[in-house]
């Protein structure tokens, strides 16, 4: 079996420096014979490896358990520390799904060539009545539109509003995080703060696809909601907030006098918070007319 493409990248951190071969494979059951993966894309963020890929020819409802492995142990176990659309138990099929590996927290090095493997095997489809945790690890049954609507809005809401601090707190601290404690406590505790809203929105994003699908029945707001989604996590975080998060590593090392020119290290680092922040509100604010402007159809119907 042939890999779908072959790239080395560079991934950069703190303490190391990646060379991974990538190679991309496909594997799945007989079921999944009418279906392909194309468009397999690896890109390096900081120490993160994004994989976008596409799965074409699948019926619409037709959901994937998909996984991600690697060479390095001989593909014997899927990596843990994996986020994105397009990994988990409950992927459905489409065009720019991403997989994001937070390498560092799966292995404290890795180097040389390293092929990794998609794996998609087809799920059961969506059910009618949708389960989910509640408080205190019970069962909570979300049966209609009412109740669905106030949990995915309450969510959006707040992921948009801790990109938007995370955001003003790097423009605002992080040149001053350099040399004030205070400052980069203030500025941790904002990318906190923005990684615990995104989790909920990663975590919860296939239920509340479900949910549309299932109770609005309407396939041009299941297909809105969907990009909606992808444009949150794939490309808002995927690129703009990972890309901007990368500077906090730089901050640090100001901050620990562990570069060699701190002048010019300074000046670069004003330059890149500056050009990343504009690129992060602009994005930002689509995600949010996209956003106001889908929730407002599905309250409406």
Request: aromatic share 8%.
């Amino acid at each position: 079996m042939a890999p779908n493409s072959l790239t080395l990248i560079s991934v950069y951190s703190q303490n190391m420096k990646i060379h991974v071969l990538c190679s991309l494979w496909i594997l799945a059951c007989l079921d999944l014979c009418a279906q392909s993966i194309t468009n397999v894309t690896p890109e390096a963020v900081g120490d993160k490896i994004i994989v976008r890929y596409d799965i074409e020819e699948a019926k619409g409802d037709q959901l994937f358990e998909v996984a991600l492995y690697y060479s390095k142990d001989n593909y014997s176990q899927n990596l843990r520390n994996v986020s994105g659309n397009g990994v988990g138990t409950a992927v459905s099929s489409g065009k720019n799904l991403v997989i994001i590996w937070d390498v560092l927290k799966d292995v404290s090095e890795l180097d040389g060539e390293c092929a990794f493997e998609v794996r998609a095997f087809p799920t059961s489809r969506v059910v009618e009545i949708i389960t989910v945790a509640g408080a205190g690890n019970r069962n909570v049954s979300v049966t209609n539109k009412d109740e669905a609507y106030p949990l995915m809005s309450a969510t959006l809401t707040d992921y948009i509003n801790e990109a938007k601090d995370f955001k003003d707190a790097m423009n605002l601290l992080g040149m001053p995080a350099t040399e004030s404690r205070e400052a980069l406590a203030k500025l941790t505790d904002a990318t906190e703060q923005y990684s615990r809203a995104f989790e909920k929105l990663n975590k919860e994003r296939l239920t509340y696809e479900k949910y549309v699908a299932t109770f609005w029945k309407n396939d041009v707001q299941t297909l809105e909601f969907k990009s909606l989604m992808d444009y949150a996590i794939g490309d808002l975080h995927g690129v703009n907030i990972l890309t901007l998060n990368q500077k906090i590593t730089t901050i640090n090392d100001i901050a620990h006098n562990r570069v060699k020119r701190p002048g010019e290290a300074k000046k670069e680092l004003a330059k890149d918070i500056s050009e990343e922040t504009l690129r992060l509100d602009k994005r930002l604010q689509e995600l949010e007319r996209r956003t106001n402007r889908i929730l407002y159809e599905l309250s409406q119907d």
